[in-house]
């Protein structure tokens, strides 16, 4: 069974903070992944995408993929009340064609 | 950038009427459409798989002949909710990505919201 795990949270940290963000997944030979955050009645839009081990950075945002232990994480440093979403790991996993695999989604919170 | 658009972004039926939304990919070629539902506080719910000149591949649990999907063209998916009910009200979005390798996020349309009353 293709699983994507996440912790579900609520996740609160303080403004300025860094939040840090994880996600599991079952499949080793999973090819691309990708971090999308939604907003409560909004669509998920795309923060972040990486395909190789180690880490990607923009802006305020670091992703890192080790796919020996198949974790992906997401870093947002400098932690803002306008990040206060719900964080969602997708994984685009081999032999699914075009299919993505999501979390249930890391509630944050940044309190001012 | 990719960008998805979707109709109506919300919409109030009666029970037992019919809703057509639709998802347009407006700069790129999308052979391939996902439709997700998501009720509140809950993650995103693959229901179908939309593909271009062939009829949709469903998730297990979602009833093919009460959500009818078609994808004529490239860049033109439709889910049709047909006889509603109160228990459909929930929000339906689309997702697509440009065709041609696996390397690139998918992208949402805005989602709609349907309330059937």
């Known amino acids: 069974q293709k699983e994507v795990e996440q912790n579900s949270g609520p996740l609160s940290v303080p403004e300025g903070a860094i939040a840090s963000l994880n996600c599991t997944y079952s499949d080793r030979g999973s090819q691309s992944f990708f971090w999308y955050r939604q907003y409560s009645g909004k669509s998920p839009e795309l923060i972040m995408s990486?395909?190789?081990?180690g880490d990607k950075e923009d802006g305020r945002f670091t992703a890192q993929l080790n796919k020996a232990s198949q974790y992906v994480s997401l870093l947002i440093r400098d932690s803002q009340p306008s990040d206060s979403a719900t964080y969602l790991c997708?994984?685009?996993?081999f032999g699914t064609g075009n299919q993505f695999y999501f979390g249930t989604g890391t509630s944050l919170t940044v309190i001012p | 950038g990719a960008v998805v658009s979707q109709h109506p972004s919300w919409v109030i039926c009666k029970s037992g009427t019919s809703v057509k939304i639709e998802c347009r990919s407006l700069?790129?070629?999308?052979?391939?459409m996902f439709w997700y539902r998501q009720f509140p506080k809950q993650s995103l719910m693959l229901m179908a798989t939309?593909?271009?000149?062939?009829?949709?591949?469903?998730e297990q649990g979602v009833e093919k002949d009460k959500f009818l999907i078609n994808h004529a063209s490239l860049t033109l998916s439709t889910l049709t909710v047909t006889s509603a009910h109160p228990e459909d009200s929930s929000f339906y979005i689309c997702?697509?990505?440009?065709?041609?390798?696996?390397?690139?996020?998918?992208?949402f349309g805005s989602g709609t919201r349907l309330t059937v009353v």
């Open positions: 700069d790129f070629q999308a052979t391939t």
């Open positions: 990486i395909y190789s081990n």
């Open positions: 997708a994984v685009n996993m």
């Open positions: 997702s697509a990505r440009p065709d041609g390798g696996t390397f690139y996020g998918y992208t």
């Open positions: 939309s593909n271009e000149g062939s009829k949709a591949t469903y």
